[in-house]
């Protein structure tokens, strides 16, 4: 069974400093993993996404991931924070060969401070 | 990029009656969409996947006569939650797929709809 893992509840940063956040991955085959990011009471907005070629992935808003697959993860990275970054971030997993059926891990908050 | 929609954005109703949302997908056709729920502080759960003129599947533990899906159009799918209780009170997500009419082929979300159950 397919699984997403987030093992952050909540990540703090300064402006300006290097974001990362977590994910770990389960799937048997190859797998889509995709990045969203969720603000107060708004729905998802999509950030990248991977499906093959090379493992690091750039996205919106400045932000990238990287996909490693010995150690089944799928972290979002972005060099530089900013305070309006402040969101519900989520990690999420397709089946090979489809976007079917979106399993979404837990989410992380991202609180970036001035 | 492709646009989906929701309507209403939230909706507070009295606990009994049933209530219906609307999910459309404005630029492109949809032949698949998704409805989703999101609790407080929590990730979204897939309730149902809906196909363009056949029966909705539902994952498991949905309840399909209390959360009826159509999906009558490509453009089209709305959930009604019927006999609301509060405990049907949540965040609901639709997403829809895009299969290639605008070159893409991924879920696009719209942007939800708060139900409040009194």
């Known amino acids: 069974a397919q699984s997403v893992a987030q093992p952050e509840d909540q990540v703090n940063v300064a402006e300006g400093n290097p974001l990362t956040v977590k994910c770990t991955y389960s799937v048997s085959g190859n797998p889509y993993l995709f990045w969203y990011v969720q603000y107060p009471n708004r729905g998802l907005q999509f950030l990248l996404k991977y499906i093959t070629g090379d493992n690091l992935v750039k996205g919106s808003y400045g932000f990238e991931a990287e996909f490693n697959k010995s150690q089944t993860s799928f972290h979002l990275k972005k060099p530089s924070a900013l305070v309006s970054d402040s969101a519900l971030y989520f990690c999420?997993?397709?089946?090979?060969?489809?976007?079917?059926?979106?399993?979404f891990g837990a989410g992380t908050r991202l609180a970036v401070h001035p | 990029g492709a646009v989906v929609s929701q309507h209403p954005s939230w909706v507070i109703c009295k606990s009994g009656t049933s209530v219906k949302i609307e999910c459309r997908s404005l630029d492109f056709q949809a032949t698949t969409m998704f409805w989703y729920r999101q609790f407080p502080k929590q990730s979204l759960m897939l309730m149902a996947t809906s196909n363009e003129g056949s029966k909705a599947t539902y994952e498991q533990g949905v309840e399909k006569d209390k959360f009826l899906i159509n999906h009558a159009s490509l453009t089209l799918s709305t959930l009604t939650v019927t006999s609301a209780h509060p405990e049907d009170s949540s965040f609901y997500i639709c997403?829809?797929?895009?299969?290639?009419?605008?070159?893409?082929?991924?879920?696009?979300f719209g942007p939800g709809t708060r139900l409040t159950v009194l």
């Open positions: 997403s829809a797929r895009d299969r290639g009419t605008s070159g893409l082929d991924e879920q696009f």
């Open positions: 999420a997993v397709g089946p090979p060969g489809g976007y079917n059926k979106l399993i």
